[in-house]
T-cell receptor, first 114, second 112 residues
Framework: DGGITQSPKYLFRKEGQNVTLSCEQN?????MYWYRQDPGQGLRLIYY???????QKGDIAEGYSVSREKKESFPLTVTSAQKNPTAFYLC?????????????FGPGTRLTVL | RKEVEQDPGPFNVPEGATVAFNCTYS??????FFWYRQDCRKEPKLLMS???SGNEDGRFTAQLNRASQYISLLIRDSKLSDSATYLC?????????????FGKGTHLIIQP
C-alpha cells in the first residue's frame, strides 16, 4: 500500500524538551510539507521541502527544524524554543509532476506539552 | 483581510437535502483550489480539486468564480456520512512559500 505514515500518533512532552515527529512516504513524491492545526483553526505551514537536501521555511517556522536526507523521509523537530507546541501536526506530500498540485496527508501526530 | 475565509457553521441540514457553502480567497494570483474533508480528530482528505470550468463527482459539485474570488461546494442528496468539516485550500503560484493556504473549515451536520 502506498501512503504517508506518521509516528507516533500521540506524543507527550515536558516543557524544555525537544521532540522529533516522523513522516515517511512511499509515493515517490518529491515535495513534502509540515502543517500544524490548532483547535478550530485552519492548517498553517511550518516547513516544506521540494527536493532532497533542501527545505524552506513556511509561515510559522520559528521553534521548529527539519531535515530531508532521503526522499521518503521528512522529520520535524519541535524545539524548546517553540512557545506553544501543543497542536495536531500533519505531514503532506505532493507529486510535483502532477498537473494540479494536490497534497495528500498522513494521519497526523497529536503533541501535548505537559 | 484573511487570505482564505469560510463560514464556520455549523450547518445543520436534514438528510437528503442539498447544501452549499462558499470559500472566499483574497489573493487574485491563486491558481489551484481544493476542497478537503476532515473528520473529527483525523487528517484532511482530498475531496475534490476545483477546476476553472467547474467539476462534479457524484453528489458533489465544485465551482470556481474568479471574478468574485470564491469557490463553492454543493452536496446533493446529503447522507449522514457527509457530516464532517470541509476545508477549502488555495495554492498561490509564485511570490511566496510553497504549500496550501487553508480556511478554518465549515462544520456540516447532517441530521436524520
Amino acid at each position: 500500500d502506498g501512503g504517508i505514515t506518521q509516528s507516533p500518533k500521540y506524543l507527550f512532552r515536558k516543557e524544555g524538551q525537544n521532540v522529533t515527529l516522523s513522516c515517511e512516504q512511499n509515493l515517490n513524491h518529491d515535495a513534502m510539507y509540515w502543517y500544524r492545526q490548532d483547535p478550530g483553526q485552519g492548517l498553517r505551514l511550518i516547513y516544506y521541502s521540494q527536493i532532497v537536501n533542501d527545505f524552506q521555511k513556511g509561515d510559522i517556522a520559528e521553534g521548529y527544524s527539519v531535515s530531508r536526507e532521503k526522499k521518503e523521509s521528512f522529520p520535524l523537530t519541535v524545539t524548546s524554543a517553540q512557545k506553544n507546541p501543543t497542536a495536531f501536526y500533519l505531514c503532506a506530500s505532493r507529486d510535483q509532476g502532477a498537473s494540479y498540485n494536490e497534497q495528500f496527508f498522513g494521519p497526523g501526530t497529536r503533541l501535548t506539552v505537559l | 483581510r484573511k487570505e482564505v475565509e469560510q463560514d464556520p457553521g455549523p450547518f445543520n441540514v436534514p438528510e437528503g437535502a442539498t447544501v452549499a457553502f462558499n470559500c472566499t480567497y483574497s489573493n487574485s494570483a491563486s491558481q489551484s483550489f481544493f476542497w478537503y474533508r476532515q473528520d473529527c480528530r483525523k487528517e484532511p482528505k482530498l475531496l475534490m480539486s476545483v477546476y476553472s470550468s467547474g467539476n462534479e463527482d457524484g453528489r458533489f459539485t465544485a465551482q470556481l468564480n474568479r471574478a468574485s474570488q470564491y469557490i463553492s461546494l454543493l452536496i446533493r442528496d446529503s447522507k449522514l456520512s457527509d457530516s464532517a468539516t470541509y476545508l477549502c485550500a488555495v495554492k498561490t503560484v509564485g511570490g511566496g512559500a510553497d504549500g496550501l493556504t487553508f480556511g478554518k473549515g465549515t462544520h456540516l451536520i447532517i441530521q436524520p
